[in-house]
């Protein structure tokens, strides 16, 4: 079965204070791997996808990384309104399904 | 730019009644996904749709649940049967079939 573990649950860090979420997997050929940011009381909104260890991707404050067992979300200089939730999923096998780990509630403080 | 519609974005309901989610996906998408995510929990895999029938579900997804595309653009989730513990927020997600899943801001369901 496949395993997606975050951490941490919950990370504050003050505005210009760097840092970074872990993801870390165990599955049966990956296909993907997925970052999604979610806003209280909203539907996940999709950021990344990650396809092979090695491969990076940059969105404004935010880099997503992926090594052969775990991939970190980055974020430089985070502002409030990047609070929020953040997901990472994975895609395997010939499923197109996306299983979801739980999540790390990151806030943002001025 | 295209995005997945729910209806209702909130459903009070007695247990035991029946409820229908609704869902309209990407138009351009071939692949339909129900998720629940029940308060403070992670977002779970429920049910894949693709040409017109289930081509995966999970555990959760037994005879209460069915799903249907009733034409060429709604999806549904009818849940029979409501308990307390169905009580959550259901979000539809469409795809090409690769790649990344688009979500709906969902459905909340809470059930008394």
């Known amino acids: 079965e496949d395993q997606v573990t975050q951490s941490p649950e919950a990370l504050r860090l003050q505005e210009g204070e760097s840092s970074s979420l872990n993801c870390s997997y165990t599955?049966?050929?990956?296909?993907?791997l997925f970052w999604y940011r979610q806003d209280p009381g909203k539907g996940p909104e999709f950021l990344f996808t990650?396809?092979?260890a090695g491969e990076e991707k940059e969105k404004e404050r935010l880099k997503a990384t992926l090594t052969k067992k775990e991939s970190f979300l980055h974020i430089t200089a985070p502002k409030p309104e990047d609070s929020a939730t953040y997901l990472c999923?994975?895609?395997?096998?010939?499923?197109?399904?996306?299983?979801f780990g739980t999540g790390t509630r990151l806030q943002v403080t001025l | 730019e295209p995005e997945v519609t729910q209806t209702p974005s909130h459903q009070v309901t007695q247990m035991g009644q029946e409820v229908i989610l609704r869902c309209v996906p990407i138009?351009?998408?071939?692949?339909f996904y129900w998720y629940r995510q029940i308060l403070g929990q992670k977002v779970e895999f429920l049910v894949s749709?693709?040409?017109?029938?289930?081509?995966?579900k999970s555990e959760i997804f037994d005879d209460q649940f069915s799903v249907e595309r009733p034409d060429g653009s709604n999806f549904t989730l009818k849940i029979r049967s409501t308990k307390l513990e169905d009580s959550a927020m259901y979000f539809c997600a469409s795809n090409r079939g690769a790649g990344e899943l688009f979500f709906g801001e969902g459905s909340r369901l809470t059930v008394l």
């Open positions: 599955v049966s050929g990956l296909r993907g």
């Open positions: 999923a994975v895609q395997t096998g010939t499923a197109s399904k996306l299983t």
């Open positions: 138009s351009n998408h071939l692949y």
């Open positions: 990650l396809y092979s």
């Open positions: 749709f693709y040409n017109n029938e289930i081509s995966e």
